[in-house]
T-cell receptor, first 114, second 110 residues
Framework: DSGVTQTPKHLITATGQRVTLRCSPR?????VYWYQQSLDQGLQFLIQ???????AKGNILERFSAQQFPDLHSELNLSSLELGDSALYFC?????????????FGPGTRLTVT | GQNIDQPTEMTATEGAIVQINCTYQ??????LFWYQQHAGEAPTFLSY????GLEEKGRFSSFLSRSKGYSYLLLKELQMKDSASYLC???????????FGGGTRLMVKP
């Protein structure tokens, strides 16, 4: 158990809908990262927050957005869902960002868009 | 773009040694990480290298050559539970975000 929690574990929804994925980092970790893992794309970095502020953006679609709240938990919002958005979404956390820190991954949310 | 290449699949025998290679061509480099991921589960950290050379952690070792853009993960005394995907990832800059390779699926056979 990495100490990172994600809810829900599974989510099934229809095309065009909007969903919110939630992540709580390990106690003491200030940075949160979101990754998408699909069969054909591998693990892709989406976005990073550090202490409430957006720090880095990767291959995140405009239909997706995220935020980190004052209690450091984070939410990833996915809207106008398409079949291709079906994937495992992982959240990871680390203590900081300026030197090399190990990232601890949560168990993931499996999103199925039908 | 960023290129991180690993073999897609490897097979090895229980008790043997296996080496999983990773080559990278990236716009920046601030460290290389190895993660293990069992099917449907979260990646778990194995090792990282920032400087050239070998890092050893029990049955797992990782090597880095920055001039060659090359790393390998060495697994000794293979066990059936080592059957998993092994992900190579490069930390591009000081922001700590990771860019992952496609992963190598290792099958350990009796």
């Amino acid at each position: 158990d990495s100490g990172v929690t994600q809810t829900p574990k599974h989510l099934i929804t229809a095309t065009g809908q909007r969903v919110t994925l939630r992540c709580s980092p390990r106690s003491g970790d200030l940075s949160v990262y979101w990754y998408q893992q699909s069969l054909d794309q591998g693990l892709q970095f989406l976005i990073q927050y550090y202490n409430g502020e957006e720090r880095a953006k990767g291959n995140i679609l405009e239909r997706f957005s995220a935020q980190q709240f004052p209690d450091l938990h984070s939410e990833l919002n996915l809207s106008s869902l398409e079949l291709g958005d079906s994937a495992l979404y992982f959240c990871a956390s680390s203590v900081g960002v300026d030197i090399v820190y190990e990232q601890y991954f949560g168990p993931g949310t499996r999103l199925t868009v039908t | 773009g960023q290129n991180i290449d690993q073999p897609t699949e490897m097979t090895a025998t229980e008790g043997a040694i296996v080496q999983i290679n990773c080559t990278y061509q990236t716009s920046g480099f601030n460290g290389l990480f190895w993660y293990q991921q069992h099917a449907g589960e979260a990646p778990t950290f194995l090792s990282y290298n920032v400087l050239d050379g070998l890092e050893e952690k029990g049955r797992f070792s990782s090597f880095l050559s920055r001039s060659k853009g090359y790393s390998y993960l060495l697994l000794k005394e293979l066990q059936m539970k080592d059957s998993a995907s092994y992900l190579c990832a490069v930390r591009l800059n000081a922001g700590n975000m990771l860019t992952f390779g496609g992963g190598t699926r290792l099958m350990v056979k009796p």
